[in-house]
C-alpha cells in the first residue's frame, strides 16, 4: 500500500484551507513582522520585516548586503535575516503556514509556489506590479514562468530575482593532459568520464549527485540523452518512456564506475566542494556554483558550458525553477515588505545580487551589465536559451505535490537505482504513476 508523504502533504494542504481563517497567528511583538494564518495588513511601513532566505548558508552573504543597503536607503525599517537550507526551506514553511510564525517576506522559487499558494499563503502581487517602478523593468518570461507555477490560476505570487539553467562544468587542464575533444556532445561526455577516471589514483571523471536535489539533475540528464521534447503526451507524463528509461540505466551507471562513491549522499554543497577540491573531470550544476569554481580554481582551469547535445547537435534540457520574492499574507506590514521586493529588484541590487550567484537577473537592465559577457557560463546560457539551439521540457511545476514528489518521495528510491537495488524502469515507472495522479488530480480541481 502506497502511502506516501505526498499524500500527507495533501491532507495537510486541505486542512489548512478549511481552518486557515481560523489560525491564530503567532504575534512577534508589536513591530510589524509576521505570524502565521490570517490576512495580515499594511501596516505603517515602517518598523521591522522578517526575511526568510530560501538557501541560507550559501547566498547569505549576498542577502545581508541587499539588506545592508536597504536599511541605509529606509532607515525606518529594520530587517531580520533567516538563513534556512535549500533542503529544509519547504518544510519550514509548511509547518509555519499550519501553525504560526510565517516571515513577512521570503524566497520563494517556481519549484515550490505551487504548494504554497495552494495553502493561501501568498499574497497576490499582481496589482502591486503594477503599480510599481519595476513594472516593465522586469523579463516577461520569469514573470510569466512564475504566473504559470502559481497552481494554474495565473496569479503572480512572487517576483523573479533570477534564472538559473543546467551547466556541464569541466576541467580544460585535465581534458588537454588527456587530449580530450570538449564534452559538448553526450557521447563525448561519456568518453571523457571512462579516460579521466583512475579510481586508486582517486580520480573520477564525473562526480554525481545522489543526495538532496538529485532527481532534476537525473532527468535533465535524462531528457538530454534521449530527445524527448516534452513532459507530457496527453495526460500520461513521458518520464517512464522506454528511451527515457535507457538514458537513465547510463547515467546512474557512471556510479562508483567513474565517479567518487560518496557521490551517494552528495548534495550540491558537497558536490561542488568536492570537485574544487579534488581531480574529478566534470561535473553538472547550474550557474549558481560558478563563483565558487572561480575562486576555487581560478578561471583559467575550468569552463562552464550548456548541456551536451545529442545526435544532430540537438539540444534538450528540463527546465530550471526561475527564483524569486514572495510576500506572506499573513505579514502585517505587507507595505514595508513590499518597499523590500522592490529595492532588492532595483538594476543595481539585482546585478548585485546575481552576479554574486552567478545566474541571470530578472531585471532588464541588470541583464545588461557587463559582467554577464564576462561570466562565460552565463553569457553561454543565455545564447542558448535565446538562439534556438535549446529545447526545454518544462516541468510540471504548476502540481502542489511536484516539489515532493521530486524530493521526498523519490530521492531515496534514486539512491536505490544507483546501488543497483532498483531498476532504472520500476523507478521511472513510480514516479510516473505519481505524476499521472497528481496531474489527473490537478485537472480535475482547476477544470
Given at each position: 500500500m502506497k502511502i506516501s508523504i505526498r499524500r500527507s502533504r495533501r491532507a495537510a494542504i486541505a486542512v489548512t484551507l478549511g481552518s486557515v481563517l481560523a489560525l491564530t497567528a503567532t504575534a512577534c511583538g508589536d513591530d510589524g513582522s509576521g505570524g502565521g494564518g490570517g490576512q495580515g495588513s499594511e501596516g505603517s511601513?515602517?518598523?521591522?520585516?522578517?526575511?526568510?532566505?530560501?538557501?541560507?548558508?550559501?547566498?547569505?552573504?549576498?542577502?545581508?548586503?541587499?539588506?545592508?543597503?536597504?536599511?541605509?536607503?529606509?532607515?525606518?525599517?529594520?530587517?531580520?535575516?533567516?538563513?534556512?537550507?535549500?533542503?529544509?526551506?519547504?518544510?519550514k514553511v509548511d509547518t509555519a503556514i499550519q501553525g504560526g510564525g510565517l516571515p513577512d517576506v521570503g524566497g520563494v522559487g517556481a519549484a515550490m509556489l505551487a504548494g504554497?499558494?495552494?495553502?493561501?499563503?501568498?499574497?497576490?502581487?499582481?496589482d502591486r506590479l503594477a503599480k510599481s517602478e519595476l513594472n516593465g523593468k522586469l523579463n516577461e518570461d520569469m514573470v510569466e514562468s512564475m504566473k504559470a507555477?502559481?497552481?494554474?490560476?495565473?496569479?503572480?505570487?512572487?517576483?523573479?530575482?533570477?534564472?538559473?539553467?543546467?551547466?556541464?562544468?569541466?576541467?580544460?587542464?585535465?581534458?588537454?593532459?588527456?587530449?580530450?575533444?570538449?564534452?559538448?556532445t553526450w557521447d563525448a561526455f561519456f568518453e571523457a568520464a571512462d579516460e579521466l577516471t583512475a579510481a586508486k589514483k582517486n580520480e573520477f571523471g564525473y562526480t554525481i549527485r545522489g543526495g538532496a536535489g538529485s532527481i532534476a539533475q537525473a532527468l535533465d540528464a535524462?531528457?538530454?540523452?534521449?530527445?524527448?521534447?516534452s513532459f507530457w503526451k496527453g495526460d500520461k507524463t513521458t518520464v517512464n518512456d522506454p528511451k527515457n528509461v535507457e538514458a537513465l540505466e547510463k547515467y546512474a551507471g557512471l556510479y562508483k564506475k567513474v565517479t567518487p562513491s560518496a557521490d551517494l549522499n552528495n548534495d550540491f554543497t558537497k558536490m561542488v566542494a568536492q570537485w574544487d577540491s579534488g581531480t574529478i573531470g566534470m561535473l553538472n550544476h547550474n550557474l549558481g556554483s560558478y563563483q565558487d569554481h572561480v575562486k576555487a580554481l581560478g578561471a583559467d582551469k575550468f569552463r562552464g558550458?550548456?548541456?551536451?547535445?545529442?545526435?544532430?547537435?540537438?539540444?534538450?534540457?528540463?527546465?530550471?525553477?526561475?527564483?524569486?520574492?514572495?510576500?506572506?499574507?499573513?505579514?502585517?506590514?505587507?507595505?514595508?515588505?513590499?518597499?523590500?521586493?522592490?529595492?532588492?529588484?532595483?538594476?543595481?541590487?539585482?546585478?548585485?545580487?546575481?552576479e554574486s550567484a552567478g545566474q541571470v537577473p530578472a531585471n532588464l537592465d541588470a541583464a545588461k551589465d557587463p559582467w554577464i559577457s564576462e561570466a562565460e557560463p552565463t553569457k553561454l546560457a543565455a545564447d542558448a536559451l535565446s538562439d534556438g539551439s535549446t529545447t526545454i521540457v518544462q516541468l510540471p511545476y504548476y502540481l502542489p505535490d511536484w516539489n515532493t514528489?521530486?524530493?521526498?518521495?523519490?530521492?531515496?528510491?534514486?539512491?536505490?537505482?544507483?546501488?543497483?537495488?532498483?531498476?532504472?524502469?520500476?523507478?521511472?515507472?513510480?514516479?510516473?504513476?505519481?505524476?499521472n495522479e497528481a496531474q489527473a488530480e490537478w485537472k480535475q480541481r482547476n477544470g
Open positions: 511601513g515602517k518598523g521591522k520585516i522578517v526575511f526568510w532566505d530560501n538557501n541560507g548558508g550559501v547566498r547569505t552573504d549576498i542577502w545581508k548586503e541587499v539588506i545592508a543597503d536597504f536599511e541605509k536607503a529606509n532607515p525606518d525599517i529594520d530587517v531580520e535575516y533567516v538563513g534556512i537550507s535549500s533542503t529544509e526551506y519547504q518544510s504554497f499558494s495552494a495553502q493561501d499563503a501568498l499574497e497576490p502581487l499582481d507555477a502559481g497552481g494554474g490560476d495565473g496569479t503572480l505570487y512572487s517576483i523573479p530575482t533570477s534564472a538559473n539553467n543546467g551547466v556541464l562544468y569541466y576541467r580544460t587542464d585535465l581534458f588537454k593532459k588527456a587530449g580530450l575533444e570538449d564534452p559538448t535524462m531528457y538530454g540523452q534521449s530527445g524527448i521534447t558550458i550548456p548541456q551536451p547535445t545529442g545526435p544532430g547537435g540537438k539540444r534538450v534540457q528540463v527546465s530550471n525553477p526561475v527564483d524569486g520574492l514572495g510576500l506572506f499574507k499573513s505579514s502585517k506590514n505587507k507595505e514595508a515588505a513590499w518597499k523590500f521586493i522592490e529595492f532588492a529588484l532595483s538594476h543595481e541590487e539585482n546585478s548585485k545580487f546575481n514528489i521530486s524530493k521526498a518521495d523519490n530521492e531515496p528510491n534514486f539512491q536505490k537505482v544507483l546501488l543497483g537495488d532498483m531498476s532504472a524502469k520500476d523507478f521511472l515507472d513510480t514516479l510516473a504513476e505519481q505524476l
